[in-house]
């Protein structure tokens, strides 16, 4: 045990001397939600939209003006009847399309409840859900300043339709993909690369020589990383609650404990790869095209699964962080409990048992041929 | 050097990988505190014959025992009485002189106090008092080498192998390196070394020479000289080697 802890104080001097592995480390999950949180989501400037107002009455005039005055969008003229609206969208010239109804003020005013029509192009799903949100928000504001100077209440029920991709499939919540991307590369990547270096400097020689079990040599790499990747699930899902007003819907600790199953799972895999290769390149390479390349495409995270044709379907189940990212996904997101996410769990457990065992035995025979 | 004392004995040592005979039942013994050379042309199989003997790799066939041990079965308590340095130095660059001496003493059990008191021992003698605190990678080389070597025998094995130690280093470095391997060997170690410089040859009570996988000839520096009436130890090797199957 004091031979153990000897050993995983070495590591953390590696690890926390290492100023890339700190930057890939520390920096890059900032870096991730970041980005993923700010630039290619939120922000959407000078989207095109079209007004369709048979109308022309007092009433959609003032919400269009309103519309056309925020920041957000800049109001295509061309467009000014439904036939010419279906043009503009299958051209790409529009994004989104409001349609009055021809006695809007009527409605307002007598029936003290208006539909507008909110039509937007959801190909890009995460696009159009932004795009409607913005508009049903500057539709609220108008509805409470009508409500406030009248004293009586009016309401305008916009309806929202979304062309192309109704169900908004694959609308991505990043950071659970963040989390799963992250997690892969520190766990994979870092403790492959860590094991080869020792091969590499010669270093895992003087180890296997002496009475330090190799099993054990594997294990005191593994509890560093594994320490380091919660410590990255933490800062993650801190700055998901901080930074991104996303907040954890379920249980924390099962977050956290299904995060420590995946890391595990990845682990097991970076240990694998570093017992099949022996040079840092290779390890490297292996865990970028191998482990990084899967996770970003078949975890659901980017693309969805569902339009994929059937074999990378069911290729898409041996990636680990499929199933890791579904389970985030029910918790942070949905609320869900254990109950709903054992079948995943289950099949984590799995891959991290099998990559567990080849690699044990191959490590056995990697020792007889070294 | 003490004949009555074995501390290697290899009996008709096999090893084979699939077809390919790596060592040919090798058959040798190595006294305590000895200084016995192990040389052999790349290929010639004494990697293989080392890592059997240092319990890495288990024989095909013949029997071995090192310290006592067993190589079949007492592997761990083998393991627990060598010492080993790689041709790499195999120090960590970026972990200071004194991390590296606690970590290596630490693998091997040493009671904190004890290492503690080691250490500083160890520091003191290599005169790397002003360096103690300095990450490995700035020393220089020589200096690596020399440490690599005290901390391999730190846990004070009976025997310590050596694999090439003084693969690329210069002249003066190398001789500095083989006054502290005789320091060690009289103080009772036993330093059983693989070399390719046939001037670190001349340095060994006794050297064997591999060929194939075979032991072609054993005994002193000087009886090998006579007995192939050779004036060198580079013509005792290039004429032992020539008649490899790969010429080296």
Redesign the interface.
Known sequence: M??FL??VR?EF??VL??RRTLLILFGMPLAQILIFGFALTNEVKNARIAIIDPAKDHASRSLAERIGASNYFEIYEDVTNRNRMETAFKDGKIKLAVVFPARFEHDLMHRHNARIQVIADASDPNYATTLTNYITSIVQDYQQELTGTAGLSYRITPQIRMLYNPQLKGAPNFVPGVMALVLMLVSVMMTAISIVREKE???M????????KPAWVILSKAVPYLILSLVNVLSIVLMSVMVLQLPVAGSWLLLFAESTLFIVTCLTLGIFISIKTKSQQVAMLISLMGMLLPTMMFSGFMFPIENMPLPLQLFSNVVPAKWFYIIVKSIMIKGLGFTAIWKETLILAGIALFFFIISLRSFKIR???? | MNTDETVIQAENLTKR?GDFVATHAISFEVFRGEIFGFLGANGAGKTTAM?ML?????PSSGTARIAGFDVYSQT?EI??N?G????????????SVV?NI???G????LDRRLLKHKTNALVERLGLQSEAKKLVAQLPLGWKQKLAFSV?ILHEPRIV?L?EPTGGVDPVTRRQFWALIYEAAASGITVFVTTHYMDEAEYCNRISIMVDGRIAALGTPEALKKQLNEPSMDGVFYQLARGARHNP
């Open positions: 004091k031979q000897t050993f070495k001097y590696h001397r290492d400097t010669g270093t020689e003087v180890l296997l020589v002496s009475p330090f020792l007889d041929e070294y | 990988f890592r240092c319990g890495l790799s288990i761990e393991k627990r060598i080993y340095m790689s041709q790499k130095f195999s120090l960590y660059e970026d972990l991390e606690r970590f290596f630490g693998i091997y059990g391999s192998f694999d």
